[in-house]
């Protein structure tokens, strides 16, 4: 029977520093896609904004009708 050496790099400190090196890489993505989906909330946002005034704009009457009601 032959006992193999264990390897220093598998001690219980060694995959604790692993496994906090990969949940600060992991937070990091995480980080980076709240960033990304927060950009994306703002142009979705500021595209409705623009949708609903051209839907606005284009319900208002256009030439005679609207200077009548004006004149309301």
């Known amino acids: 029977m032959t006992s193999e050496t264990p390897d220093p ?5 060694c995959r ?3 496994l906090e090196q990969q ?3 992991l937070l990091a993505q995480a ?3 709240r960033v990304t989906l927060a950009k994306r909330n703002d ?3 500021r595209l409705s904004a623009l ?3 051209a839907d606005a ?3 208002k009457p256009a030439g ?3 200077r009548l009601l004006k004149r309301r």
């Open 16 to 18: 604790i520093a692993v």
């Open 64 to 66: 005679l009708l609207a």
């Open 51 to 53: 949708l609903l005034d």
């Open 43 to 45: 142009e979705i946002t």
């Open 57 to 59: 704009e284009a319900a």
């Open 23 to 25: 949940n600060r890489l």
């Open 9 to 13: 790099r598998d001690t219980p400190a």
């Open 31 to 33: 980080e980076a896609l």
